[in-house]
């Protein structure tokens, strides 16, 4: 028979197995330790990485649409606000009446006391500038300013003001005043509706800069006012009042104003790298401009991607040494086994050792699981007994106190009542003598038995001490609890009895008006539970009222 032929191929690659050592388990476990930890850790880096970067840009993005349209809206209300002022002071009888007086026969006089009204504006309204009264051609007719100035209102205003009621022009430089400044204007009327001309106001741009630094979202991010061309006229950085000298131009403005309320990266105002939101003002040809430094935004991830990739390399020389110098798998469950027997050893029954491999190890670790699980059934049954009571398997006395001493700090914590029941079985000793101890026994647990049936699950039912049994009711006032002890009474007395009859007296107590803590409320309820017996027994009673 011909042996089969290999290709030069086959036969390179199995020359070049012994020089990898992957002939060996070691070397293979070297490999696929290597491309194992490789593969994942950088696809979930990767991911990571571009997820984190996505969820920040949102972030980012959220953080600067609400500061631009925010921002926008407090301007838009805080030109508003300027305009109603305007309007105030215009129709004011001083402004009306000594604007008409103005051409007439005394008109000095009505120049003198117009003047005197706006200066008296202007000293209430520090941002005020200049107050001026011009006329329906554009003629200054009176102003604050001591010599005439130049009136800045676009074209047509006169015709714009009795349309819209206000013309607000240009924000520009003003040389005079070497800042930035714009000017309001509304109509001014005579009583009948006749037109005599604007009041106009000269506005400090320092103004805007102090409303725009109360926007800024942090240190890093910047807010500006721009048009919508792109003209810069204030921003909420320090010494951003004097844009409109320097007349430049926002390059991200014109992408940002093709999807307004999108974030979007480019040179910013100031030729750094942003992130940046435009939110346009309404009815101004303005736009608030919210931006970021792209590397202060992005510093996070750009760290993360760092940190990312040098852990990466330190995992895999960390990895590849590890799989080379631990290939005996077998020290891994018995690192499990070793780890989980000193917890064990101190105390922790909490341990469930994956069953992997077979052979001894997987059988060592099934006697283990198993030994583990029978240690925690016998904890439970050793934290049972020590709560309950043998006999009628009810909470015992401790932890009845214990229970008691918890709801009372509870209650007093939120205000809420809560009642306590102690119960007394009626001529028990007589029925001890007469039937012998093994039917009174008999009795207490089927006495016993009903608590527990008649009780909510919230409620603690426990045997406070030979005949006695003791109920805490949460959230229930001593109506509900009289109520309880009467279910219990009713349901023993509906029980078959083959011996005798049965009957409980009981005493009622409520957090806080019959004690405040829990010594005080079990001796009320043992006050009025010895009251019922002297009073005839297989009776509800209330703790008396304190004395």
Same mark, same amino acid.
């Given at each position: 028979?011909? *042996? *089969?032929?290999?290709?030069?191929?086959?036969?390179?690659?199995?020359?070049?197995?012994?020089?990898?050592?992957?002939?060996?388990?070691?070397?293979?476990?070297?490999?696929?330790?290597?491309?194992?930890?490789?593969?994942?850790?950088?696809?979930?880096?990767?991911?990571? %990485?571009?997820?984190?970067?996505?969820?920040?840009?949102?972030?980012?993005?959220?953080?600067?649409?609400?500061?631009?349209?925010?921002?926008?809206?407090?301007? /838009?209300? &805080?030109?508003?606000?300027?305009? %109603?002022?305007?309007?105030?002071?215009?129709?004011?009888? #001083?402004?009306?009446?000594?604007?008409?007086?103005?051409?007439?026969?005394?008109?000095?006089?009505? +120049?003198?006391?117009?003047?005197?009204?706006?200066?008296?504006?202007?000293?209430?309204?520090? /941002? %005020?500038?200049?107050?001026?009264?011009?006329?329906?051609?554009?003629?200054?007719?009176?102003?604050? !300013? *001591?010599?005439?100035?130049?009136? +800045?209102? *676009?074209?047509? &205003?006169?015709?714009?003001?009795?349309?819209?009621?206000?013309?607000?022009?240009?924000?520009? &430089? /003003?040389?005079?005043?070497?800042? =930035?400044?714009?000017?309001?204007?509304?109509?001014?009327?005579?009583?009948? =509706?006749?037109?005599?001309? !604007?009041?106009?106001?000269?506005?400090?741009?320092?103004?805007?800069?102090?409303?725009?630094?109360?926007?800024?979202?942090?240190?890093?991010?910047?807010?500006?006012?721009?048009?919508?061309?792109?003209?810069?006229?204030?921003?909420?950085?320090?010494?951003?009042? @004097?844009?409109?000298?320097?007349?430049?131009?926002?390059?991200?403005?014109?992408? $940002?104003?093709?999807?307004?309320?999108?974030?979007?990266? =480019?040179?910013?105002?100031?030729?750094?790298?942003?992130?940046?939101?435009?939110?346009?003002?309404?009815?101004?040809? &303005?736009?608030?401009?919210?931006?970021?430094?792209?590397?202060?935004?992005?510093?996070?991830?750009?760290?993360?991607?760092?940190?990312?990739?040098?852990?990466?390399?330190?995992?895999?020389?960390?990895?590849?040494? $590890?799989?080379?110098?631990?290939?005996?798998?077998?020290?891994?469950?018995? @690192?499990?086994?070793?780890?989980?027997?000193?917890?064990?050893?101190?105390?922790?029954? #909490?341990?469930?050792?994956?069953?992997?491999?077979?052979?001894? $190890?997987?059988?060592?670790?099934?006697?283990?699981?198993?030994?583990?699980?029978?240690?925690?059934?016998?904890?439970?049954?050793?934290?049972?007994?020590?709560?309950?009571? @043998?006999?009628?398997?009810?909470?015992?006395?401790?932890?009845?106190?214990?229970?008691?001493?918890?709801?009372?700090?509870?209650?007093?914590?939120?205000?809420?009542?809560?009642?306590?029941?102690?119960?007394?079985?009626? +001529?028990?000793?007589?029925?001890?003598?007469?039937?012998?101890?093994?039917?009174?026994?008999?009795? $207490?647990?089927?006495?016993?038995?009903?608590?527990?049936?008649?009780?909510?699950?919230? @409620?603690?039912?426990?045997?406070?001490?030979?005949? #006695?049994?003791?109920?805490?009711?949460?959230?229930?006032?001593?109506? =509900?609890?009289?109520?309880?002890? +009467?279910?219990?009474?009713?349901?023993?007395?509906?029980?078959?009895?083959?011996?005798?009859?049965?009957?409980?007296?009981?005493?009622?107590?409520?957090?806080?008006?019959?004690?405040?803590?829990?010594?005080?409320?079990?001796?009320?309820? /043992?006050?009025?539970?010895?009251?019922?017996?002297?009073?005839?027994?297989?009776?509800?009673?209330?703790?008396?009222?304190?004395?």
């Amino acid at each position: 028979m011909v *042996p *089969p032929q290999t290709s030069p191929t086959s036969r390179g690659f199995a020359r070049f197995l012994p020089a990898l050592r992957l002939d060996t388990i070691r070397g293979k476990l070297l490999v696929f330790a290597l491309l194992a930890t490789l593969i994942p850790s950088f696809t979930t880096s990767w991911i990571s %990485y571009l997820e984190n970067r996505r969820s920040l840009t949102a972030k980012i993005t959220g953080e600067l649409q609400s500061v631009s349209a925010q921002t926008a809206r407090e301007l /838009d209300l &805080w030109i508003k606000e300027r305009l %109603y002022e305007l309007r105030v002071f215009a129709s004011s009888y #001083e402004v009306s009446e000594n604007v008409d007086r103005l051409p007439r026969a005394g008109g000095e006089r009505a +120049h003198r006391r117009l003047t005197d009204y706006l200066r008296a504006v202007q000293e209430r309204f520090t /941002d %005020y500038q200049e107050l001026l009264v011009v006329s329906p051609g554009g003629q200054e007719l009176a102003s604050t !300013a *001591p010599q005439p100035t130049t009136v +800045h209102l *676009p074209a047509g &205003w006169a015709n714009a003001i009795r349309r819209d009621n206000a013309v607000v022009g240009e924000a520009y &430089w /003003d040389s005079a005043l070497v800042k =930035g400044a714009i000017v309001f204007a509304v109509p001014i009327y005579q009583t009948g =509706g006749r037109f005599l001309g !604007a009041l106009t106001v000269k506005l400090d741009m320092g103004a805007v800069h102090r409303l725009l630094r109360r926007f800024a979202g942090g240190e890093a991010s910047r807010v500006y006012l721009v048009t919508t061309a792109g003209r810069q006229i204030v921003g909420s950085p320090a010494g951003s009042t @004097d844009l409109l000298r320097l007349a430049g131009d926002a390059p991200i403005v014109r992408r $940002l104003l093709e999807r307004e309320g999108a974030a979007a990266a =480019g040179r910013g105002v100031d030729g750094t790298q942003v992130v940046a939101v435009l939110k346009r003002v309404p009815q101004l040809d &303005w736009a608030v401009l919210a931006e970021t430094p792209a590397a202060d935004a992005y510093r996070q991830v750009t760290r993360l991607r760092n940190v990312t990739a040098l852990v990466l390399a330190a995992l895999l020389v960390v990895v590849g040494l $590890l799989a080379y110098l631990l290939a005996l798998l077998i020290t891994r469950p018995l @690192d499990r086994l070793t780890r989980g027997a000193a917890r064990v050893a101190g105390g922790d029954l #909490e341990v469930q050792l994956p069953v992997a491999g077979g052979g001894e $190890l997987r059988y060592v670790t099934e006697v283990f699981n198993d030994m583990v699980a029978r240690l925690q059934e016998s904890r439970r049954e050793l934290e049972r007994l020590s709560i309950t009571d @043998d006999l009628t398997g009810l909470y015992n006395r401790r932890y009845l106190m214990e229970a008691l001493a918890n709801e009372v700090r509870r209650s007093r914590r939120l205000a809420h009542p809560c009642a306590l029941l102690m119960g007394d079985v009626d +001529h028990f000793k007589e029925y001890n003598d007469a039937y012998g101890h093994l039917a009174g026994d008999e009795a $207490l647990a089927r006495v016993a038995a009903i608590f527990r049936e008649a009780t909510r699950d919230v @409620d603690t039912a426990a045997r406070y001490g030979g005949e #006695e049994f003791v109920v805490l009711l949460a959230e229930t006032e001593a109506a =509900g609890a009289i109520e309880t002890a +009467h279910r219990i009474r009713a349901r023993l007395a509906r029980e078959d009895k083959t011996k005798g009859k049965l009957s409980v007296s009981f005493g009622v107590a409520q957090f806080p008006e019959d004690g405040d803590t829990p010594e005080a409320l079990l001796a009320r309820a /043992d006050a009025a539970l010895y009251r019922a017996k002297r009073e005839g027994r297989d009776r509800v009673l209330r703790a008396p009222p304190a004395p």
